[in-house]
Nanobody, 123 residues
Framework: QVQLVESGGGLVQPGGSLRLSCTVS????????IGWYRQVPRKVREAVSC????????YYLESVKGRFTISRDNAKNLMYLQMNNLKPEDTAVYYC????????????????WGQGTQVTVSP
């Protein structure tokens, strides 16, 4: 059974940092594309950062470039999102996702998803 569990969210002041982790079980992470998404109420979920299993190419949402870094530890079946210089507009529920479907740069809705972790950036 595939399971993804996010951790590391919380409340942080503007300019602060958080590292989100996603513990993946039931599959071999090196064989999957990985991605982090976020969603705020009444808005469409958006891809924040993704990484290809084939060549390691990464995608970043324009507004997080230079501040966020996606990474993976295939040996531990873990994926991460390092978030620096956080801004109030980064407040959202963050989700990790994986798939092998090659439907785009990021895992699709048809992949496997975690339940989300809340990130709140506020003074």
């Amino acid at each position: 059974q595939v399971q993804l569990v996010e951790s590391g969210g919380g409340l942080v002041q503007p300019g602060g940092s958080l590292r989100l982790s996603c513990t993946v079980s039931g599959l071999t992470l090196r064989d999957y594309d990985i991605g982090w998404y976020r969603q705020v109420p009444r808005k469409v979920r958006e891809a924040v950062s993704c990484s290809s299993r084939r060549d390691g190419k990464t995608y970043y949402l324009e507004s997080v470039k230079g501040r966020f870094t996606i990474s993976r530890d295939n040996a531990k079946n873990l994926m991460y999102l390092q978030m620096n210089n956080l801004k109030p507009e980064d407040t959202a529920v963050y989700y990790c996702a994986v798939d092998q479907l090659d439907l785009g740069s990021c895992p699709s809705n048809l992949g496997s998803w975690g339940q989300g972790t809340q990130v709140t950036v506020s003074p």
